[in-house]
Nanobody
Framework: QVQLVESGGRLVQAGGSLRLSCAAS????????MGWFRQTSGKDFEFVAA????????SYADSVKGRFTISRDNRESTLYLRMNMLRPEDTATYYC??????????????WGQGTQVTVSS
């Protein structure tokens, strides 16, 4: 079972940038499809982005396409999410997860502690 720890969230002004990190331990990180999800207060989890094991293929929610970039470093067992042109509606707690090979938007385990991103207008 992989353990994941998210970090990098903070308060940022609209139009700004952030890079989130997700450090993995246990399991075989380099073999997993990995994804980022977010949850705003009182709402369901929303798929944000996912990446295949090699890092050669990615998928994004329409709401973040062109602004966010998912990447990974398999040597460091770390997943990243670069977020540019942030908007107040991007405010949420962000989580990383291993996702299903046949459905990249389906997480395979329970959520970690997440990292809070707050975008001020």
């Amino acid at each position: 079972q992989v353990q994941l720890v998210e970090s990098g969230g903070r308060l940022v002004q609209a139009g700004g940038s952030l890079r989130l990190s997700c450090a993995a331990s246990g399991g075989t990180f380099s073999a997993y499809v990995m994804g980022w999800f977010r949850q705003t207060s009182g709402k369901d989890f929303e798929f944000v982005a996912a990446i295949n094991p090699s890092g050669g293929a990615t998928s994004y929610a329409d709401s973040v396409k062109g602004r966010f970039t998912i990447s990974r470093d398999n040597r460091e067992s770390t997943l990243y999410l670069r977020m540019n042109m942030l908007r107040p509606e991007d405010t949420a707690t962000y989580y990383c997860a291993r996702t299903a090979v046949n459905n990249w938007s389906r997480p395979l385990h329970s959520w970690g502690q997440g990292t809070q991103v707050t975008v001020s207008s």
